[in-house]
């Protein structure tokens, strides 16, 4: 199973980009800061560029890798352990089937002012979110039971400068252990627009390259 590698700096040099990676692994996409723009690289299964020209996502907002998704099952697995193929829950259909995972950006020391929106336990209703949440400012979100009736809004829109506020990823360095590796990640699902994470209803992206939202 081929796993996914964020590369940061790398200035646009395929050379170094290829010198980064392990010749033992085989990585489908990389991101990496080019120009100031997240941007995509597509490599083949001898990590050789399939295209030479940069693509720029569109609107890079993303879950911190902390966070837990809601399998089909009804149990919770950490984002960093879901792959394609994986069934989870959704709100819209009961049932859905991750297509992508889509890695945000890796070792944030590279960019330890990102801001996000940490929701601390319980601070939307009892068990909502069931643990900690941290989520990029204009992520679509709801709480469950406002879902249907009321659909998403940005997670920025719930701050209520208490349990709900918004601050930096130097910030959320320090509420993990210093060794841990800090990512965001976002899905891409066969069918339906939203997944569980941390028992808040998370709006997925329709690709790779689209968020599918413009808020």
């Given amino acids: 199973m081929r796993e996914h590698i964020d590369i940061f700096n790398i200035n646009n040099d395929f050379s170094t980009l290829q010198s980064e990676l392990s010749s033992n692994t085989l990585y489908t996409y990389a991101f990496y800061n080019g ?32 966070s837990k998704i809601l399998l089909s099952n ?11 193929g994986d069934q989870l829950f959704s709100p819209d259909c009961k049932t859905t ?15 330890p002012y990102h801001k996000c929106i940490i929701f601390e336990k319980d601070s939307l209703a009892p068990n909502m979110p069931n643990e900690r ?19 998403l809004i940005l997670a920025q829109d719930f701050v209520n400068g208490k349990t709900i506020y918004e601050t ?45 939202y413009n808020f």
Wanted: net charge neutral; with cysteine.
């Fill in 35 to 66: 120009n100031g723009n997240n941007s995509s690289l597509l490599l083949d299964a001898s990590n050789n560029p399939v295209a030479t020209t940069f693509t720029t996502l569109s609107g890079m907002s993303c879950i911190h890798n902390s």
């Fill in 74 to 84: 009804g149990i919770y697995k950490i984002v960093t352990k879901i792959t394609a």
């Fill in 97 to 111: 089937t991750v297509k992508e995972v889509v890695p945000c950006w890796l070792n944030i020391p590279n960019n």
């Fill in 133 to 151: 949440f941290i989520i990029d400012p204009i992520h679509p979100m709801s709480m469950i039971d406002d879902y249907e009736n009321n659909g």
């Fill in 168 to 212: 930096d990823y130097k910030e959320v360095q320090e509420m993990f252990p210093k060794n841990m590796i800090h990512n965001r990640y976002d899905l891409v699902l066969t069918k339906g627009d939203t997944y569980i994470a941390n028992n808040v209803v998370v709006k997925s992206r329709t690709s790779l390259k689209n968020t599918g």
